[in-house]
């Protein structure tokens, strides 16, 4: 019985022995081709990038065409416009029209650098603004005035000299896999991002961009537009105070010719405190509006009398009203070549 038990024993123990080696060989099977579907993938992934770069250029290039397809056809729209200003003289010759791409690469690398790029570690884009002044210099001139194209040829060159110095300030080392794939998708779609590229377009007067003007020239030039081009608008035109932030200079040089020629198709009326546009614009009929004392728990009288410059009342109010009545009235004598009486 002691030598039974005892090869009994020694059974058992073969016997878990055997029951162990075979899960080992059945675990070390599984994670063997675990690493042979890993190595298929490695094998093939060099192939696989190039496509995906491929596609990704490709891709990037056809956001440029769809940028530059609005442009164009923005200038399509425009060009009637564009034209008139060209052939106009005087006044209106001075406003230009123009679109224009602007891209604005002080925001894309902001991004990068404040969000994406380690700017501690050593390299061409340590510090603040290195890859903005960068980006100025290879992208920009492409992202302003180039084809798709040439879009896409500049990023090309770009990430063929930069790409190893720009995974050089990464903020993850590789072996943090989890968070270097993040941060790589991260990167990805701020490189071949487009939210920096805008299609704008701009109104210049003297080549000045309007929205840079005081607001009295900004004015004119509004007014001047609408006048130019509704010339075959023949409704009547009502502005309150055109000459509100300017010089006097100014509203006889740029404002009286322009109200003398749009009343020759179309009744313009005028509120206004200046007398020139009232007097050298040669105003068919003058309405003086005077509130009378206020009441209380009521509104004020208001009184209305009207006439042309022939009336002498009318004139005197024009002097004592207005700004400048004396000073417009010298001038439109000069100008006339007569002498007027009170």
């Not at 770069?53 to 564009?82: H, K, N």
């Not at 920009?140 to 060159?157: F, L, R, V």
Request: with cysteine; proline share 4%.
């Amino acid at each position: 019985m002691t030598r039974l038990e005892a090869l009994f024993g020694a059974d058992k123990v073969v016997r878990d022995q055997y029951t162990a080696l075979t899960k080992r060989i059945g675990q070390e099977n599984a994670f063997q081709k675990t690493l042979e579907a890993k190595l298929t993938d490695a094998q093939g992934a060099a192939a696989r990038r190039k496509v995906l770069q491929v596609e990704r250029d490709d891709a990037y290039g056809r956001v440029f065409e769809a940028i530059i397809s609005e442009q164009t056809a923005l200038a399509e729209l425009y060009a009637p416009l564009m034209a008139r200003l060209t052939a106009s003289s005087g006044t209106l010759c001075k406003l230009s029209f123009s679109i224009r791409r602007i891209a604005n690469a002080q925001q894309w690398g902001t991004v990068a650098e404040e969000n994406l790029l380690d700017r501690r570690k050593a390299g061409p884009f340590n510090g603040r603004g290195s890859l903005i002044a960068l980006a100025e210099k290879m992208l920009k001139p492409a992202w302003e005035n180039g084809s798709a194209a040439d879009i896409q040829a500049a990023m090309t060159q770009f990430i063929s000299t930069y790409v190893k110095d720009l995974m050089a300030h990464a903020p993850y080392a590789p072996t943090q896999q989890a968070e270097f794939r993040a941060w790589s998708k991260q990167f990805a779609h701020w490189l071949f991002g487009s939210d920096h590229i805008s299609v704008r377009y701009e109104i210049a007067y003297d080549g000045i961009d309007i929205r840079k003007l005081s607001p009295g020239t900004r004015g004119i030039v509004l007014l001047l537009l609408y006048l130019a081009l509704d010339d075959s608008d023949d409704r009547p035109l009502v502005i309150d105070q055109p000459e509100e932030n300017l010089d006097p200079k100014s509203v006889f040089d740029e404002l009286v010719p322009l109200f003398v020629s749009a009343k020759n198709r179309r009744q313009v009326i005028i509120v206004t405190h200046n007398a020139n546009l009232v007097i050298n614009t040669d105003a068919d009929q003058i309405v003086v509006a005077e509130a009378g004392p206020h009441h209380t728990g009521g509104l004020p009288p208001i009184t209305y009398n009207a006439g042309g410059l022939e009336n002498s009342a009318i004139r005197k109010a024009v002097c004592d009203i207005l700004e400048g009545g004396d000073a417009a009235f010298r001038e439109r004598a000069r100008r006339l070549r007569v002498r007027l009486e009170r």
